[in-house]
């Protein structure tokens, strides 16, 4: 029987505020999926509930780019998308950010 090494596997946390709509914005704050390989790269999701506000709150669920280097053996990610459309008034927001810094993996 042979010993496979393991894959290692990591998550990133994120924080932004989404687009001014409709006379407001929401938070959005969360930790990523797991690692989905893409490529010679990894990806991660990020989904969730935007913070309440303006007495509704959005659904949102992306993907992140693939992992960008920023110091030795760590990197990050970019990330953008648009929440799901919701409130009196139905609209969305726009969101971007970057992830908090992992180790690296590959």
């Given amino acids: 029987m042979f010993n496979y090494p393991k894959r ?6 994120y924080r932004n505020k989404t687009s001014f709509a409709v006379g407001h914005l929401h938070g ?3 930790t990523t999926s797991p690692t989905i390989r893409s490529g010679r790269s990894h ?9 309440f506000n303006d007495g509704h709150s959005h659904k949102y669920n992306s993907l992140t780019g693939p992992a ?3 110091s030795p053996g760590t990197h990050v990610h970019r990330y953008n998308g648009v929440t799901a459309s919701s409130g009196r008034v139905p609209h969305t927001h ?13």
């Fill in 8 to 13: 290692r596997t990591h998550v990133h946390n």
């Fill in 28 to 30: 959005m704050e969360g």
């Fill in 43 to 51: 990806v991660h999701c990020l989904s969730g509930t935007t913070t």
């Fill in 68 to 70: 960008i280097p920023v």
């Fill in 94 to 106: 726009r969101y971007s950010g970057v992830t908090t810094p992992a180790q690296d993996d590959e």
